[in-house]
């Protein structure tokens, strides 16, 4: 009993120092480096788990400190504004963990087919396809993709350039994988340093650690190639908080815009930037066109382009076809609500016009309401709940003061965590990329800053300027490599102004999109089927044994 009591506790403290380490492996705590190894103690508890049961159970526990240190702002329990927010927080805590254990569920089923060692070796395939099929669906959220971890060392995430942020996570599991290899030797009493293999395994730690930092740093110091464009692009941050703007004042909010578009403005802008929803209501509507001609006299006056973030609507006729999840408004009208975004040109009546297509789970949209349309009651206040999904991978055009013509594609809030979707724009011809968000619904938390952060990734994968724009911060400017220029701070009202450069030329990863994912998932499969098939093979030997006998 004494023996198993201590094989439990030490399982157990195994479990909760992967979740630890992986938790603390996430911004804004600047120690990626400890995903390096942050999976080496759950794999060696792993080595003595025979069961399912003891797997998921296990696997659970690790995943939920994990999520609880890196997700616990989702639920805005810091300021307790919201009970449908703290609920659906909890709930996101308490259920996601169960997600991350499919993988290693996955990784038993080969051990007890193929054996440990092809296990092992299958984690880095496994892992990272699970981390893609994560991002594929309404229930998605990829927020938690361990190639995330590593954006404050831009020497090692340059080659994101070819492979995504998918080629960061499968390279760092490679190395935890290996990183438990020189363990087991090393707690076996088995390491010899005459050991081909021993020796073999240490080089291959040390080579494959160091040859992603030798390959960004030569493409940090090396020189951009020259443009020929330069634009000024700002950043409006009115900081107008996000449970008051939905019931609060729409004139006095639009013109704590408009003075900040002013100060702005003097900077000589080619682009300004407002955040998502910033205008609380529905502009495009008939019965706010005043105030839309009040936004177009001051674009017009200043002669600068406004990209601002919208709530939308559109009603759908008597004949037309709408979706099952569509609202039916007092008098009966079917209509859909989006959460968009609107280029305004000076002296130009066309509006171009961007609707989110990626949706916050249960936030912004509840998963599979589409099929499921009675899911629809469970929506969230403050104007935000039931969106519906747009279509299209929109990309803006405008012309600068000197009559050059500028590309650029726009994401709103949570989609710039989904790098597919970010390289689809640009390979529709963005010249860079806009961000446009409203993070202050978490207080003054990690979320802000890790979504800072993940900018950081989508500018290296595709090589183009990101310009984030926040209501409430953080807004910022991020080029090309990684490099954070100008960021402003939390809960501060801002103009932020800078200069950036239009890019033309694409990335390898931006042509091939997610190759290196599909391929693990390619993989995968292959080694699940042949596991499968192992399965039956065993299961026909044995009953042709019993027949024997």
Not at 295 to 300: A, G, L, M, T
Not at 345 to 355: D, G, L, S
């Amino acid at each position: 009993m004494i023996a198993n009591l201590q094989s439990s506790r030490r399982r157990i403290f195994l479990a909760t120092l992967s979740g630890v380490m992986l938790g603390c492996s996430f911004p804004p705590i600047p120690s990626g480096i400890l995903a390096v190894c942050c999976f080496v103690p759950f794999l060696i508890l792993f080595d003595s788990l025979i069961e399912y049961g003891e797997v998921v159970r296990y696997s659970y526990l690790t995943f939920f400190i994990f999520n609880v240190i890196a997700l616990y702002w989702t639920g805005g329990f810091t300021h307790a504004k919201d009970i449908y927010l703290m609920l659906a927080g909890g709930m996101l805590l308490l259920v996601h963990p169960f997600f991350f254990s499919v993988p290693i569920v996955a990784l038993m089923f080969i051990r007890r087919h193929l054996g440990i060692g092809v296990a092992l070796m299958a984690f880095p395939l496994v892992w990272v396809s699970f981390e893609y099929l994560h991002s594929l669906f309404e229930i998605g959220f990829p927020w938690l993709t361990v190639g995330n971890t590593q954006t404050y060392d831009l020497s090692v995430v340059q080659i994101a350039s070819y492979t995504g942020v998918y080629g960061i996570s499968f390279w760092l599991t490679v190395l935890n994988v290996l990183g438990h290899f020189l363990y087991s030797k090393l707690a076996g009493k088995k390491w010899k340093i005459s050991s081909l293999q021993s020796v073999a395994t240490l080089l291959a730690f040390v080579s494959l650690y160091a040859l992603p930092r030798v390959y960004g740093d030569h493409v940090l110091v090396s020189s951009p190639s020259p443009v020929d464009t330069k634009i000024n692009v700002g950043c409006i941050q009115p900081n107008i908080d996000p449970f008051e703007k939905w019931q609060g004042n729409a004139e006095m909010q639009l013109g704590v815009l408009q003075h900040l578009t002013k100060e702005g403005a003097q900077k000589q802008v080619d682009l300004l930037l407002w955040p998502e929803t910033a205008v609380p209501f529905y502009i495009l509507h008939p019965n706010n066109r005043q105030y839309l001609y009040l936004i177009k006299n001051q674009v017009d006056s200043l002669g600068i382009n406004l990209l601002t973030g919208i709530p939308d609507v559109i009603f759908y006729h008597e004949g037309d076809p709408f979706p099952r999840s569509s609202k039916i408004s007092p008098s009966g009208q079917r209509y859909d609500t989006f959460n968009s975004s609107i280029l305004i040109e000076p002296h130009r009546n066309e509006i171009q016009k961007y609707a989110k297509i990626i949706l916050v789970p249960f936030a912004e949209r509840v998963p599979f309401s589409e099929a499921l349309s009675f899911l629809n009651a469970m929506q969230w206040n403050f104007g935000l709940g039931g969106w519906a999904h747009g279509k299209d991978t929109t990309v803006f055009h405008f012309k600068t003061a000197h009559g050059d013509s500028i590309s650029f594609s726009n994401m709103v809030c949570y989609e710039s965590v989904y790098p597919g979707l970010v390289a689809a724009f640009v390979r529709r011809g963005a010249q860079f990329l806009t961000v446009i968000t409203n993070d202050s619904w978490w207080g003054n938390t990690s979320g802000t800053y890790q979504h800072v952060q993940f900018g950081v990734l989508r500018a290296i994968e595709n090589h183009r300027w990101v310009i984030q724009c926040a209501n409430g911060g953080i807004s910022c400017i991020i080029d090309p490599f990684g490099h954070i220029l100008q960021r402003t701070e939390m809960y501060t009202q801002a103009a932020l102004v800078g200069t950036i450069e239009p890019q033309v030329e694409v990335t390898f990863y931006t042509m091939h999109g997610d190759w290196l994912a599909e391929l693990t998932m390619l993989l995968s499969v292959f080694l699940l089927a042949a596991s499968l098939g192992r399965k039956f093979y065993n299961q026909v030997r044995l009953r042709e044994l019993r027949e024997v006998h």
